[in-house]
C-alpha cells in the first residue's frame, strides 16, 4: 500500500509497492518492495533500515527520488507491523543478527541502507560478516548521542524511556504514545521553515511514531541507541561506504560525522546544510542524488 508521502506523493505513486513477510529468527518480519514503473528494468538493489520509533513508511521521500532503484524496506522487529523476535532481548546482536538474516533470504548482495538507529544495526551487521557490495548510511550516529549537542534533552529522553519501563503497564506505555510527547519530539528535530514540510513530518511522526510493540521493546531498543554508535565498527568495514550527514544534526554533530568518516578504509562523506536529523523528510532529493551517484559508481566498477 501507497502511503500519503505529502510533497514527495506524485514522485512515489508510479512505485509499484508490495507487502510481503518472512520468517526471520523464529519470528515473521514484515517488508515492502519498490519496483520501478512496469518495464523499466532495476539497475540496483536497497535493502533500506530505518530509525528508532520509525518504521519503513519513514523512508518513503528517499525511496521516491532513487529512480530505477529497487529498494526492500522491512519494520525492525517490534516496530510497525512486524511483531517483536520470539525469546529475544531487543539488543545490538538481535538486531544485527535479524538484519544478516533477512538480507540472506530476501535480497543477497543488495545494497545495505541504513537511517540513525539504522545506521548502527547496518554498520554492526557489515562489521560482523553481512556481505553487501556498498553500504550507504544516513543521518549515521557517529558519536554518543549524550555527547551530542543537545546532551541535556538526550538525558531526558533516558528519564523519559526509564520512566515509561518503571510505570506501572498502562501508565507506561501511556506516557510512550503520549500524542504532546511525540509532537515535541517532532518540533526538537525539525529544521525547515516550510509551513507544508512542517505539517507532513509532524503528521507522519503522529502517524508513525508510536507503532511500537509494546514498551519492553521500546527500551531495549533506546537502550541500544544510545548504548552504540557507528565509530565501533568503522574500522572493520572494508566495503565502499557512503555519509549522508546533515550540517545542523543535534544527534551527532557534524564535526564528529567528519572524524567517523576517518575511521573506514574506503568513505565517502556528503554533506547536506540547512538540516538536522531528518535528512530523510527535509532534503530527501540531494540525499538520494547522492545516493544513486554512489550506486552507480559501483555498478560502473562492477
Given amino acids: 500500500m501507497i502511503v500519503d508521502a505529502g510533497p514527495y506523493a506524485a514522485r512515489l505513486a508510479d512505485r509499484r509497492v508490495e507487502g510481503h513477510e518472512v520468517e526471520v529468527l523464529g519470528g515473521m518480519t514484515r517488508y515492502w518492495t519498490y519496483d520501478p514503473p512496469a518495464g523499466v528494468e532495476p539497475w540496483a538493489t536497497v535493502v533500506a ?6 518504521e519503513h513508511h519513514g523512508l518513503d521521500p528517499v525511496v521516491a527520488h532513487l529512480d530505477g532503484v529497487r529498494v526492500i524496506s522491512p519494520d525492525l522487529p517490534g516496530f510497525g507491523e512486524t511483531p517483536p523476535l520470539p525469546g529475544r532481548t531487543h539488543d545490538l546482536d538481535a538486531y ?27 554498520a554492526a551487521a557489515v562489521a560482523r560478516g553481512l556481505e553487501t557490495p556498498r553500504l550507504v548510511l544516513v543521518n549515521p550516529i557517529g ?57 507532513f513530518v509532524h503528521a507522519q511522526h503522529d502517524a508513525y511514531f508510536s507503532r511500537f510493540a509494546d514498551r519492553d521493546v521500546l527500551s531495549d531498543a533506546f537502550l541500544t541507541s544510545v548504548s552504540h554508535d ?24 557534524i564535526e564528529a560525522e567528519r572524524t567517523l568518516a576517518t575511521l573506514f578504509d574506503d568513505v565517502e562523506l556528503v554533506e547536506i546544510p540547512g538540516v538536522g536529523h531528518l535528512i530523510h523528510y527535509e532534503t530527501p532529493e540531494p540525499a538520494a542524488s547522492a545516493i544513486s551517484r ?7 566498477t562492477r
Fill in 294 to 300: 554512489f550506486l552507480r559508481a559501483g555498478a560502473d
Fill in 49 to 54: 533500515v530505518h530509525g528508532f520509533r520509525g
Fill in 96 to 122: 544485527a543478527q535479524w538484519l544478516t538474516e533477512f538480507v540472506a533470504a530476501v535480497a543477497p548482495g543488495a545494497v545495505v541502507l541504513g537511517h540513525s538507529f539504522g545506521s548502527i544495526v547496518s
Fill in 143 to 199: 558519536a554518543p548521542a549524550l555527547e551530542g549537542p543537545r546532551g541535556i534533552l538526550t538525558r531526558l529522553a533516558v528519564f523519559y524511556y526509564r520512566a515509561g519501563a518503571a510505570l506501572p503497564a498502562p501508565l507506561g506505555e501511556g506516557l510512550l504514545r503520549n500524542r504532546a510527547i511525540v509532537r515535541a519530539m517532532s518540533i526538537a528535530m525539525v529544521k525547515t521553515r516550510d509551513p507544508e514540510l512542517r505539517r
Fill in 230 to 253: 557507528v565509530r565501533a565498527f568503522a574500522p572493520r568495514i572494508a566495503v565502499p561506504t557512503l555519509l549522508v550527514a546533515a550540517q545542523l544534526d543535534d544527534i551527532t554533530p
